[in-house]
């Protein structure tokens, strides 16, 4: 959500306004860093926010991001995400580190609702 531009970031304002801003010149940098022509060209329009990128960024990354986090979690920590019938489950291993596919069940509801 911080990537993508979507977070709600309910705390403080003045480091919501910072990140926010930070997040705005790395994927400036980003873009700034395109070769290809039709890149460029797709992200043009998409200053000084860069949502589009960002959400391609995030499409793109977001395996390697699972990843990380579970990298850094404990031995001992769980994942929980509900089952088909609604009980909650926890993933086998490390916090995720045995699942197959990266959990993206709450890419896309609104932070207010998880």
Same mark, same amino acid.
């Given at each position: 959500? /911080? /990537?993508?531009?979507?977070?709600?970031?309910?705390? &403080?304002?003045?480091?919501?306004?910072?990140?926010?801003? =930070?997040?705005?010149? /790395?994927?400036?940098?980003?873009?700034? =860093?395109? %070769?290809?022509?039709?890149?460029? &060209?797709?992200?043009? @329009?998409?200053? *000084? =926010?860069?949502?589009?990128?960002? @959400?391609?960024?995030?499409?793109? &990354?977001?395996? @390697?991001?699972?990843?990380? /986090?579970?990298?850094?979690?404990?031995? =001992?920590?769980? +994942?929980?995400? %509900?089952?088909?019938?609604?009980?909650?489950?926890?993933? &086998?291993?490390?916090?995720?580190?045995?699942?197959?596919?990266?959990?993206?069940?709450?890419? +896309?509801? *609104?932070?207010?609702?998880?």
């Amino acid at each position: 959500d /911080i /990537i993508r531009g979507k977070d709600l970031f309910l705390g &403080n304002q003045q480091e919501k306004k910072k990140l926010e801003e =930070n997040l705005k010149k /790395i994927f400036a940098k980003l873009y700034d =860093n395109l %070769t290809d022509k039709k890149a460029i &060209n797709h992200y043009k @329009e998409d200053s *000084p =926010n860069f949502f589009k990128l960002r @959400e391609d960024w995030w499409a793109l &990354n977001r395996k @390697e991001v699972w990843k990380a /986090i579970t990298c850094g979690a404990g031995k =001992n920590d769980e +994942y929980f995400k %509900t089952s088909s019938g609604g009980v909650y489950t926890f993933s &086998n291993g490390q916090c995720g580190h045995k699942q197959a596919e990266v959990l993206t069940d709450l890419d +896309y509801v *609104p932070q207010f609702l998880r």
